[in-house]
Nanobody, 129 residues
Framework: DVQLQASGGGLVQTGGSLILSCEVS????????IGWFRQAPGQEREGVSC?????????WYSDSVKGRFTISSSGARNAVNLRMNSLKPDDTAIYYC?????????????????????WGKGTQVTVSS
C-alpha cells in the first residue's frame, strides 16, 4: 500500500519559518507528480506547490507562495519537503501531501488535485499575527 506521512506543522509567528516533510512508502518514483495542498477553515482546498518527473514542467508554485516557499525532494528517503519562509496569517491551514503516477506536468496536477492517487493525513500550520 502507498502511504504518505506528513509532519512538521506547528504554531509560528508572522515572518517565521517551518519545514514540512512528507515521507512516502510503497510508491515508485518513475513518472509522478507529488505536491503540497492546503485547506483553510471554511475555504476550498488549493494547490500550494508540486513537482514531478515531467522535464518540461517540473515545478509549480501558487502565486500566493512563490518566492517564500521551496519544494524539494530527498530521493534517498522518498520524501518531499516544503520549506516555508516569511509566513503570513493567510498561510494558516491544514497542509496535505499527495502523489500521482503520471507523465504530465506539476502545474496541471497542482490545479486539478482531485485526481491525485494517494493522500496523506494533514499537518496543521498556524501563523499568529
Amino acid at each position: 500500500d502507498v502511504q504518505l506521512q506528513a509532519s512538521g506543522g506547528g504554531l509560528v509567528q508572522t515572518g517565521g519559518s517551518l519545514i514540512l516533510s512528507c515521507e512516502v512508502s510503497g510508491f515508485t518514483f518513475d513518472n509522478y507528480v507529488i505536491g503540497w495542498f492546503r485547506q483553510a477553515p471554511g475555504q476550498e482546498r488549493e494547490g500550494v506547490s508540486c513537482f514531478g518527473s515531467n522535464r518540461i514542467d517540473k515545478t509549480w508554485y501558487s502565486d500566493s507562495v512563490k518566492g517564500r516557499f521551496t519544494i524539494s525532494s530527498s530521493g534517498a528517503r522518498n520524501a518531499v519537503n516544503l520549506r516555508m519562509n516569511s509566513l503570513k496569517p493567510d498561510d494558516t491551514a491544514i497542509y496535505y501531501c499527495a502523489v500521482k503516477t503520471t507523465i504530465y506536468s506539476a502545474k496541471y496536477y497542482c490545479s486539478h488535485f482531485s485526481v491525485m492517487d494517494h493522500w496523506g493525513k494533514g499537518t496543521q500550520v498556524t501563523v499568529s499575527s
